[in-house]
């Protein structure tokens, strides 16, 4: 991913097209002059050959005229092919930065959640590769037209100029008619994505609890709704497009007579006639396509504004300055936090320190902020008051990339990637480290069930880890956390979902990354998650209600420590 501080993504964007745009609009010069040919042919066989009848002209000039539309045809073939490859030049530019802004999105929820950064990117490179942009640069060159129209005679001129002002006037009043629609069918198949994906994701629940039907109800709503969208902004689009050929055609043969009348006055010959309904027809045909192009345009213009915003807010500065990964200590100093600052703060003034060493267990009714503050100290959540330090920086201080070596999490819902078990665990490094990977396995206590399976660490999980029971999707969730030894480790309910023999290897795997001097944190509803933590933090509503060592907040809290299977800590 790209990291800048003084590039943004319009300037920057500017930056990569000039080039590429410079030739393609010398090449549609070179492509519109050429398209002067025909114009030129019909004048001179109605006014040179026809009158003359000399066979060796006509031959000439049905020879040029071959060669000048090989040109043509050859020029539109590069300027085809290079606008393909501009949307490709811009694909490849921004896709791997609007990838982690995808991800980010996603994890915010809300509005995020229904907007879609990859898909606005492939309708800004297909319009770009398409005839939309082409008939776009096209347009510049009306006035030329316009302009030997005038020469010929400057009643065909002002006739061909009052027929483009009309399919402008037509063209703007498209643009005004198709900016709702096409917002409005944007959001409709963000919406219909959004929900199809939801339901994918919880489709074991769906067909458990018989809520098929319902949700594919919901769903019918939704695609009926984009499928009205859709045609109401087609409709619109076809509409104005038949408007505006049916008035280039009427042109084309106004001018015809216009010209015939002309020559009847013995004010032009027929071979200016035929070439000034030519050159009509050709001064208006790139109007026609851009309002046949309209539809995409609009969609390419908001998609780009969206993309714009997304690059933006996932822009990341440069820092020069590497911070050396945290060894020591975390403080938490007055920590305010949530998904959203419109939506209000999750949890309010929370402060704590550990050292190296130190287990804090997180503990408290459901709803009590405790997985907030597991989100917001390894960077999930953004810290909207306070601090979160390690070893007395910030964590926006450091790079996201360097740091998220030196920490490991767990989160509450266990998120594996469709790939390998070793993949998974090495956290899809490029250097699949097969030493880091063995020994992340090992502390988590998992080494002995993966060398079972058929592959051993080479077998392939599925979608979301479908291939393995929720225990065994904790537990290589709890290697991957482990994986190269980090310095934070944040476990989210990390005993959910396991047995006995789970909970000992879990307290076990504790204990030794504390032993090694990590800092493990563990938001705990199971009394086992916290027998191998020597601190505990108490959450009620959002708020911090005691902090110190596990005995000690035990009684405070009057909880009855025979409840806790309590080990040496």
């Avoid at 990838?99 to 879609?116: D, E, I, S």
């Avoid at 300055?321 to 419109?342: C, F, K, S």
């Avoid at 097969?434 to 058929?454: G, M, N, W, Y």
Wanted: charged letters at 15%; a positive charge.
């Amino acid at each position: 991913m790209h990291h800048g501080t003084g590039a943004r993504p319009v300037g920057e964007l500017l930056r990569l097209v000039r080039g590429p745009i410079g030739v393609l609009f010398a090449l549609s010069v070179t492509s519109n002059l050429l398209m002067l040919t025909g114009s030129v042919f019909m004048l001179q066989v109605y006014d040179r050959v026809l009158p003359s009848r000399s066979i060796p002209t006509l031959v000439a000039l049905t020879g040029l005229i071959v060669i000048l539309y090989c040109m043509y045809a050859m020029i539109e073939w590069i300027r085809s092919r290079m606008a393909g490859r501009l949307g490709g030049l811009i694909h490849d530019r921004f896709a791997e930065a609007l990838f982690p802004a995808t991800v980010r999105m996603k994890l915010a929820g809300g509005h995020g959640a229904r907007a879609n950064p990859i898909h606005d990117l492939d309708t800004v490179r297909l319009f770009i590769a398409g005839p939309g942009a082409i008939s776009l640069l096209d347009v510049p060159w009306v006035p030329l037209y316009l302009g030997l129209a005038f020469m010929l005679h400057p009643w065909l001129g002002a006739f061909a100029l009052g027929g483009g002002v009309l399919i402008a006037v037509l063209l703007i009043i498209n643009e005004l008619h198709s900016r709702r629609p096409a917002l409005a069918t944007t959001a409709a198949a963000n919406e219909r994505a959004s929900l199809a994906n939801d339901a994918e994701t919880n489709a074991e629940s769906i067909i458990a609890m018989g809520m098929l039907g319902a949700v594919t109800r919901r769903w019918g709503k939704v695609a009926d709704n984009l499928a009205r969208t859709q045609q109401r902004s087609a409709d619109r689009t076809a509409f104005y497009g038949s408007i505006t050929k049916g008035v280039r055609y009427l042109l084309q043969s106004a001018v015809l007579a216009l010209g015939a009348y002309l020559v009847i006055q013995g004010q032009a010959t027929g071979g200016l006639m035929i070439a000034a309904s030519i050159l009509t027809s050709r001064a208006l045909a790139p109007i026609e396509q851009v309002v046949m192009q309209w539809r995409g345009f609009v969609n390419a213009r908001q998609a780009a504004a969206r993309l714009t915003h997304v690059l933006e807010l996932a822009e990341m500065p440069m820092r020069p300055t590497q911070l050396p990964l945290p060894t020591n200590r975390l403080n938490v100093e007055e920590l305010a936090t949530g998904i959203d600052p419109q939506r209000g703060l999750v949890v309010h003034d929370v402060s704590f320190e550990l050292v190296a060493g130190d287990g804090l267990g997180i503990i408290g009714l459901s709803g009590s902020g405790k997985s907030s503050i597991a989100r917001a100290l390894v960077g999930v959540w953004p810290v909207l008051r306070g601090a979160v330090r390690l070893d007395g920086s910030q964590i926006s201080h450091f790079d996201p990339v360097e740091l998220g070596g030196a920490v490991g999490y767990l989160p509450q819902a266990v998120e594996l990637l469709d790939g390998t078990i070793a993949e998974n665990i090495g956290r899809f490094s490029p250097r699949h480290d097969t030493e880091a990977i063995l020994k992340a396995a090992k502390a988590a206590r998992v080494h002995d069930f993966i060398i079972t399976l058929p592959n051993g660490y080479e077998t392939r999980i599925g979608t979301n880890g479908s291939d393995l029971s929720s225990g065994q999707r904790q537990r290589i969730g709890l290697a991957r956390a482990l994986y190269g030894d980090p310095f934070l480790i944040v476990l989210d309910e990390p005993n959910s979902n396991l047995d006995m023999e789970g909970d000992q290897a879990l307290t076990e795997a504790i204990g030794d990354a504390r032993s090694r001097g990590a800092i493990v944190v563990v938001v705990a509803h199971r009394p086992s998650a916290i027998a191998a933590i020597n601190k505990l933090l108490f959450m009620r509503d959002g708020r911090q209600v005691a902090f110190g060592n596990k005995d000690s907040v035990l009684h405070q809290i009057a909880i009855p420590q025979t409840i806790v299977r309590t080990q040496s800590a």
